[in-house]
């Protein structure tokens, strides 16, 4: 069989964050509107590679995805070996807002999952203007611990494994098995603590209850996406914040779990496409 | 039915190669109904039903029998497929030396699975 390369192209970017100095990998493939894509708690930007590799997204999107500091590609800062990676809402945000300015990224279409769906939340709150359209998927509030987050850290329980199998029935069941497990691998190649730092941001400093219902989507247009399976930003979690939020639009999607990009991307892509397409003609308007 | 989890399990040989560092005895609480399931190299030795006078386990994992009924349903619904789901909804207590639970939690999530019927993929949506 001869090789076949994905349209798919990968570069390290070199980017002063929080005063110290980062090397943080970015991929992107299309043209069009930016349409920049956050990967969730542990696990890397590779869970967009379906949107990516699809002609229908790439036709009239540049999809990026970089993955944050500690994750996939992209390094640690230097001096991490001493440090526990805790990440909060003023870093998640400082950091996405910095890398738009980077890639002169004019008003993008955001699009996070999970922890990056709570800080689209963040962002449709603080910098709508920043965005032509937020695009939240498993985007909760607020969501309550219900494990000893300590588990995914100690040297007597392998962290890759533990992290993999804590997440791996936010999977839904109708995810293609290939798929499936592409997920879980990215997070059993997640550095050590480092999806539990993420989870500080996710379980505690990132509660937005408070503030959600002050959302203005007249500022920025907010669509929400949450698979049926997900048991940790369920259904009625989405629907609530949903319920919030007057002008929010919300899909429930059947069958689908946390992962709905990464683990049944062509289920996925039949609730996406809709989403992308209604953003094209608002703007036409 | 419980029983029948000593077969399933072992004829699993990926199942209990995962598990060849696991030698250990945990209690499993089905309502009122309570079984000792012992461990040996990821292979089940025994798994004998209570009542126990003083029975002795790293870990106990206790639900209702109605919440493990719909657990072991060969699809699930929602918050009923995965043993971090039934916690989640603080319906399946794990109590006990944990560590053991969640440094195999593969090997428990998917060795509790193979009592849905038989012919569901195993452990996919475990």
Known sequence: MSPRFEPVIGRYMHLDLFGRKHRIYVEEAGE????????TAGADGRQYRALMNDARVTAGHRVIAFDMPWHGKSSPPTGWHNEDYQLTSAQYTGMILEIMTALELDRPILIGCSIGGRIALHMALEHPERFRA???????????PYYDLNFLHRPDVHGGEVSAAIVSGLVGPDAPDGDRWETLWHYMQGGPGVFKGDLYFYKLD?????????IDTSRCPLFLLSGEYDYSCTPEETLAVASSIPGSEVTIMKGLGHFPMSENPAEFLQHLLPVLDKIRRMRAV | MIEALKQRVNADEGLVRRGRYLTTTFLLEVGRTAWLIAIFEGRIVSVTSGPFVMPSSSFALRASEEEWAKFWTSRPPPGSNDLMALIKRRVLKAEGDLQIFMANLRYFKEALAKLRPQGTASGAAA
């Open chain 1, 134 to 144: 937020i695009i939240g998927l498993q985007a909760g509030a607020h969501v309550d």
């Open chain 1, 206 to 214: 990132g509660d937005i209850r408070g503030r959600v219902a002050e």
């Open chain 1, 32 to 39: 069009g509107t930016p349409l920049l894509c956050l990967h």
